[in-house]
Each structure stands twice: as C-alpha cells, then as structure tokens.
C-alpha cells in the first residue's frame, strides 16, 4: 500500500471488506427485487485527535463521488443533534446504565450525522434512498456502513410512514417502513457485527442472504406488533411463526384460509360480530387453525397478536394512524401481511418477499418489438389487452405467443383443443383461462388452440421452487424460439419468458475495451479508472463474445500484477475470467447505432426503454 494511500486508510483490509459487503449486498437485494444495484461504501470518523491522522475516511479512497473532506464536520454536527432526542437529559440510577444510554445516544448521532451528511452531498438528483449503520470503534476510527438502494425501486412498492413508535415521553423506538426497510437494518447490523472481528476483511464474511432475508420478515413482524401494542411482548417474538405455522395446518382436509385483523383489544375500527368469552392464545396454533375456517367473507379473526378474541368487521379506518393490520391466509404456507388492502411482505414457506408487482408495459412492448420482427403496433396493443385481462382474474394461466401457433397447435392437438383461427379477445380470453393448459396465439392475437398441454426437452434452466407451469413454459420456449410464455401466478403476478436483457450498443463495449487496453501503456495504473471500467463490463457480460473475453483476461492479467506491485499488497480480490455467452443473438440483444445517433457518446447510456425498470 502507497503512502498516499495509507493516509486514507482505517486499517488494512478496508478494501476487502467492502468488497465482500458490496457482493453481498447485491445477493440479499436482488433476490428481494432484480432491479436492485447496491452501492456500498464505508466512513470513518477520527475519535481521538491524532495530527498523523485524517478526521474522516471513506471507502473507495479515493475517485468517489463524495470526498472523506465531506465528513471533517460529523463530530460537531453529531453534538449538535443530541439535545433533540427523548433520550437526551435523562439520568439513570444505575451508572453503568447511564453509561450505556450515553454511548447508545453518542453512536446513534454519529448515524445521524453522516446520513445528514450524505444527504446534503447528494440532495441534487439522487437516485440513492441511504442507510447507515451504527458505528464500530476500528483501530481509533468510527466506522460505519453506508447502503444505497435505487429510490424508483423502493416506490414501487407500498411502505409506512412511520419510522418512530413512542415508547414513552423520554424514549422512541425505530420500526422498518417496509421488508426493504427491515432487509437493510438486518444487513447493516450483520456487516457491524463483522467488523467487530479480528481484521476484517481478511477472512471470509459470515453471511447468509437467506438468513438475513428472513430475520427481515421476522423484524417486520415484531414491528407490527410494536405499532399496535408494545406490551405484547409474547407477540413481538412470536407472530412471524404463529402466522407461518397456521398456514401449515389443515383443517378437516382442507387448506388454510382466512384472515386476521391485528390492532388492540379496544380499537375503535372494530365491529364486534362474535366475541369469546374467554380468549384463545394465538400460540395454541391448532385451535387458531380451527376459528381461521370462519374468517371469510366480511368477518375476519381479531388477535393482538397474543390472543384471539373473536369475529369482527371495520369501518372508518384512519389508515394514517398505522396501527391496525391483516394477516391473510392465502394458502399452504403461504400468507401475506397488508396495511389498508396493500401488502408490505408475502412469505412462502416461511421466506419471506416482495409482492409481485405488474408487469412493465413499456419493457413488454420492446421486447416483442424484438422477438417477432414482423409484428405490428396494433398487434401489440391488442396482446396487451389481452395480458391485462389475463392478469386480473382470480386464477393462474398460460399464454404461448407464437408465430408458428396454427402449426404447434395442429401438433399438439391431441394435447389440447386446435380451434379454427379467430381473432381473441379479452372476454373470449377470461373463459378460455378457466380451464389448465396454454392458450396459443399468434402475435397479430388469433387464437389457434386452448386447454393445451406442452410439451419441451428437460433443460438446466428449470426452477424446481415454482410451478409445472411455469416449467413447462420454460421447457416449451427453449425447444420452439422464437416465441413468448406469458406465465400468471395464482398468487398474482406475472413471468415472461424470456424476459430479455436490454439491448446494448457495441460500441460502448467496444470504447471499455479499448480503455482497458490503454491501462497496459500507464504507470501509475488509476485503480478507480480500472475497477470502474472493468465492473462496467462485468456487469455486461451476457453480450461479450469470444475475442472480447480474450482480450479482456490478458489485460486483467497484466494489470492486476502491475498492481500488486505499485499497492504492494498482500492480499487482493481474484476475479473471476470472462466467459464468453453461447447464447447471444447479436441481432437481438445490440442495439443499431443509428438509434442512438443524437446521444452523448458514454459508456453508461447503452440502455434503451426496454430495460427492466420501474
């Protein structure tokens, strides 16, 4: 490590360690939604003066979009937002409570502060919602972790207002908005626990997306229960299995349905409709089973999240109060938690998710713009009608859009119904789903057969976690492409198979390339310009052909050695060669140049509107 480096530096394996989070990141937030592209970074503030020492540090060091410099003022700006906390003048019998409140309230504003902080640097045009960690004490420096997370991304789905709940006049507590919300904190506090180790960064991060995921469900769920009624302590612990286990259960061979309205004994919503005389414990799961068959229909279930007093109905609910919520049962091991008819999370034998959003319309009509050539835009107005007339009925169906249909549907006629041609529309449609198998359309919308069963060779892709039929689409597609699968869950929601990568321009691959190239000419090698130019093409790596890959792992080769050398580092990150994509279809997925002609010539505009984007 150069000397100029070591100036920025809070200890050794900072680099690492932000690097191993920032691939975490990406695991825990892009299974909660694909759109999602963490930064992370790391901020460290001096805690005791040191002259041979900065007063702030950031990771990166250096070339990032906000200098450590930024930072100098955290500690006086942390003084100056203590008095505002309930906390704060609070005096505590017990010293060695006192002590521990003051530091609480200390780390706390140093959060604070470095939120404000970034918020400010990033107030023009961010596209970044933050989180910060609170801070670990690392060799004489504060640390702590920064998160972004795509603000279009979060809106698009359904969060509280409330981040605060009043414990009492002298002291508030934090609940998440949402399961991003609470994925974040989970996360964050996992990354400070890491950073309490020995060295960090050296060794390999404890964390298990999955885990993390799920103690997100779990702290939405005990949060819930903190808005409705902090003394259900029983009930903050217990809800998110109390919820998952009734799910599992049957009932005289049937599956678990129902609902359950969560808010206090006395909440002025309620209509009571049947009441226990004595109340039944939510944690006698089987019994809870047995009163969620008559939660149906206007009558719900009332619990506080402990006990279950009963049916009720609402009325006048101030949804702007957050302090009233539903279960709803939605199947085996499948249930859901809503705030005023949106749902917040979805879990599914016991993993919590996101609700499916609908489908991108203007993503869906690039790309059958680039899978049937010869298609038309009234053509693709109609299968939208029709796609959304799929998407509201109550049940799942299967829709294979095909220039080919009449010919697939004379083959596969003993599989099916084979119709003679009429054009479909979305009343025909809402009949036609009512029974299994694929409908077959043409892309100009008529319809060729019904009821059909696929067929298609066994392929790697499958996804045992979901249904035959969106397995047997994925068979289909792979063995008769060109064509499209439109897949609607029974749940809600919808899969398009494929759903295509956006269409790149290759000359910007072409351009980050050549810059790489260059790095071999320069000495000193800019780490921030290779990193940034190499993650640039590691995210594209779906459209690099053969002699891309080439060049790219021998320039990798030469500048990382020349690298080792100038950083003199004992420990760095190996990664991973490039791989050229058997499957890409040039055609398909480069974007004419032509297109682009009046745009600013940077690598980062290659995207046209149909990407994937909410």
């Known amino acids: 490590m150069s000397s100029e480096s070591a100036a920025y530096s809070m200890w050794k394996y900072q680099r690492h360690f932000r690097a191993a989070a920032k691939y975490f990141a990406e695991r825990v937030f892009k299974t909660l939604d694909q759109l999602f592209d963490p930064q992370l970074f790391l901020v460290g503030i001096l805690a005791d003066h040191n002259a041979e020492r900065l007063p702030a540090c950031v990771e990166p060091e250096k070339d990032f979009w906000i200098d450590a410099e930024r930072f100098n003022n955290v500690l006086a700006l942390a003084q100056s937002l203590i008095p505002a906390y309930p906390e704060t003048g609070t005096l505590q019998s017990h010293p060695p409570a006192q002590q521990r409140q003051d530091k609480a309230v200390f780390y706390r504003s140093i959060r604070d502060a470095i939120k404000k902080t970034i918020e400010s640097e990033s107030a023009a045009?961010?596209?970044?919602?933050?989180?910060?960690?609170?801070?670990?004490?690392?060799?004489?420096?504060?640390?702590?972790?920064?998160?972004?997370?795509?603000?279009?991304?979060?809106?698009?789905?359904?969060?509280?207002?409330?981040?605060?709940?009043?414990?009492?006049?002298?002291?508030?507590?934090?609940?998440?908005?949402?399961?991003?919300?609470?994925?974040?904190?989970?996360?964050?506090?996992?990354?400070?626990?890491?950073?309490?180790?020995?060295?960090?960064?050296?060794?390999?991060?404890?964390?298990?997306?999955?885990?993390?995921?799920?103690?997100a469900g779990r702290s939405l769920c005990r949060n819930t229960v903190e808005r409705i009624d902090r003394g259900r302590i029983e009930g903050m612990h217990d809800l998110f299995n109390a919820c998952s286990t009734i799910s599992s259960l049957g009932y005289e061979k049937s599956v678990a349905a129902g609902r359950m309205i969560l808010c206090r004994k006395d909440h002025?919503?309620?209509?009571?409709?049947?009441?226990?005389?004595?109340?039944?414990?939510?944690?006698?799961?089987?019994?809870?089973?047995?009163?969620?068959?008559?939660?149906?229909?206007?009558?719900?279930?009332?619990?506080?999240?402990?006990?279950?007093?009963?049916?009720?109905?609402?009325?006048?609910?101030?949804?702007?109060?957050?302090?009233?919520?539903?279960?709803?049962?939605?199947?085996?091991?499948?249930?859901?938690?809503?705030?005023?008819?949106?749902?917040?999370?979805?879990?599914?034998?016991?993993?919590?998710?996101?609700?499916?959003?609908?489908?991108?319309?203007?993503?869906?009509?690039?790309?059958?713009?680039?899978?049937?050539?010869?298609?038309?835009?009234?053509?693709?107005?109609?299968?939208?009608?029709?796609?959304?007339?799929?998407?509201?009925?109550?049940?799942?169906?299967?829709?294979?859009?095909?220039?080919?249909?009449?010919?697939?549907?004379?083959?596969?006629?003993?599989?099916?119904?084979?119709?003679?041609?009429?054009?479909?529309?979305?009343?025909?449609?809402?009949?036609?789903?009512?029974?299994?198998?694929?409908?077959?359309?043409?892309?100009?919308?008529?319809?060729h057969g019904f009821g059909t069963i696929l067929d298609g060779m066994a392929t790697e892709s499958g996804d045992p976690s979901r249904g035959a039929r969106y397995n047997s689409a994925l068979r289909y597609v792979e063995s008769a492409w060109p064509c499209l699968a439109v897949v609607l869950s029974e749940d809600g929601g919808i899969d398009f198979i494929p759903n295509l990568p956006p269409a790149v321009r290759r000359s910007a691959i072409d351009r980050a390339i050549a810059e790489i190239k260059?790095?071999?000419?320069?000495?000193?090698?800019?780490?921030?310009?290779?990193?940034?130019?190499?993650?640039?093409?590691?995210?594209?790596?779906?459209?690099?052909?053969?002699?891309?890959?080439?060049?790219?792992?021998?320039?990798?080769?030469?500048?990382?050695?020349?690298?080792?050398?100038?950083?003199?580092?004992?420990?760095?990150?190996?990664?991973?060669?490039?791989?050229?994509?058997?499957?890409?279809?040039?055609?398909?997925?480069?974007?004419?140049?032509?297109?682009?002609?009046?745009?600013?010539?940077?690598?980062?505009?290659?995207?046209d509107s149909g990407q994937d984007g909410r």
């Open 268 to 447: 002025p919503s309620l209509v009571p409709q049947i009441s226990l005389l004595k109340p039944e414990k939510l944690s006698r799961y089987r019994a809870a089973r047995k009163l969620f068959q008559l939660a149906s229909g206007y009558l719900s279930l009332h619990s506080d999240s402990e006990e279950v007093f009963g049916l009720v109905s609402l009325r006048d609910y101030d949804e702007s109060q957050e302090d009233l919520f539903e279960m709803q049962v939605l199947g085996h091991q499948h249930w859901e938690l809503n705030h005023a008819g949106k749902t917040l999370m979805k879990v599914r034998y016991g993993v919590p998710s996101l609700p499916r959003l609908s489908f991108d319309e203007a993503k869906l009509r690039s790309d059958l713009a680039r899978i049937f050539r010869s298609i038309t835009r009234d053509d693709i107005s109609r299968l939208m009608k029709l796609i959304r007339a799929a998407e509201e009925a109550s049940h799942g169906a299967l829709l294979i859009i095909d220039e080919n249909s009449a010919a697939e549907a004379h083959r596969l006629r003993k599989q099916g119904m084979s119709v003679h041609a009429c054009l479909l529309t979305p009343d025909l449609l809402r009949h036609l789903i009512t029974i299994d198998g694929a409908i077959l359309l043409s892309p100009d919308g008529m319809c």
């Open 125 to 215: 045009g961010s596209s970044l919602r933050y989180s910060v960690s609170l801070p670990i004490r690392l060799e004489g420096y504060l640390v702590c972790t920064v998160l972004g997370l795509q603000d279009n991304v979060i809106g698009g789905y359904y969060e509280l207002k409330r981040s605060v709940v009043r414990v009492h006049k002298h002291r508030d507590t934090e609940v998440a908005v949402s399961l991003i919300d609470a994925a974040a904190n989970e996360f964050l506090e996992r990354l400070r626990q890491e950073l309490q180790k020995p060295d960090p960064g050296l060794g390999e991060l404890g964390i298990d997306p999955e885990d993390i995921i799920r103690t």
């Open 518 to 607: 260059e790095l071999r000419g320069v000495n000193p090698i800019s780490r921030a310009r290779y990193d940034g130019v190499l993650d640039f093409l590691d995210e594209r790596r779906f459209y690099l052909r053969k002699g891309d890959c080439d060049t790219i792992n021998s320039v990798i080769e030469f500048v990382e050695a020349a690298l080792r050398k100038q950083e003199r580092a004992e420990v760095w990150i190996i990664r991973q060669k490039f791989v050229p994509n058997a499957h890409l279809d040039e055609e398909l997925f480069y974007q004419a140049e032509s297109a682009h002609r009046n745009q600013p010539e940077d690598m980062s505009e290659d995207q």
